[in-house]
């Protein structure tokens, strides 16, 4: 069965430092999103991205944070300069074509960034 | 702005009760609603959609009905089972899927 796969499953990195999240998507689908949940908290919305550009993004997702696709198949968050607060779980998910609010959302097993 | 409300966990379950999780929210629009499960150590994975009022969404013995006059969407199970236990959460999707903070189900022998 196809699935959303991301790596690395946990990343510790020093904060001020950048930090690439990577994501391979299911390859037939068309819309992509990240989430993150900071330990104990609810799973927010971080941006969604459709043909090749940011859909939606959210107030967590300043400058800070890039989306990317670079080559039809992986699908990165970057963060450029990490604080101790981005320490959290983030999701990536996607979703095939169609209307998207009814399409479920399939989600990566997600990488535990830790950020010292 | 659209958000989800669901009750506070941990629920603590014997094997073979039935189980209620309540989730309201509020949206602009109509949206789907769903619920997610996340059991220890792995991703969200989808438990059941509705996607119009009155639909009932069912999975693996779990239910929620859309109901759009209570904004609501409660998961019921009649007989929960030890490897149920895991983290719920209410989705409704507009554009986007909103979580909210999930709640934790813990079932015992």
């Known amino acids: 069965e196809p699935e959303v796969t991301q790596t690395p499953s946990h990343q510790v990195t020093q904060m001020g430092q950048e930090v690439i999240l990577r994501c391979v998507p299911i390859s037939n689908h068309l819309y992509f999103y990240w989430y993150r949940q900071i330990l104990g908290q609810k799973v927010e919305f971080l941006v969604s991205f459709y043909n090749n550009e940011i859909s939606e993004k959210s107030e967590i997702f300043d400058d800070q944070f890039s989306v990317e696709r670079p080559d039809g198949s992986n699908f990165t968050l970057k963060i450029r300069s990490t604080k101790l607060e981005d320490s959290a779980m983030y999701f990536c998910?996607?979703?095939?074509?169609?209307?998207?609010?009814?399409?479920?959302?399939?989600f990566g097993q997600g990488t535990r960034l830790t950020v010292v | 702005g659209n958000s989800v409300t669901q009750m506070e966990g941990p629920v603590t379950l014997s094997e073979e009760a039935f189980l209620t999780i309540n989730c309201t929210y509020t949206a602009t629009g109509y949206p789907s609603l769903f619920w997610y499960v996340q059991y220890p150590g792995e991703g969200l994975q989808l438990l059941l959609k509705?996607?119009?009022?009155?639909d009932k969404g069912s999975n693996k013995g779990f239910e929620a009905t859309y109901r759009k006059e209570t904004t609501s969407f409660h998961l019921e199970k009649g007989s929960v089972q030890v490897s149920d236990s895991a983290v719920y959460f209410c989705?409704?999707?507009?554009?986007?899927?909103?979580f909210g903070t999930g709640t934790r189900l813990q079932v015992f022998p």
């Open positions: 989705a409704p999707n507009t554009d986007k899927l909103i």
């Open positions: 509705a996607t119009k009022a009155d």
């Open positions: 998910a996607s979703s095939p074509p169609g209307l998207s609010m009814n399409t479920e959302a399939f």
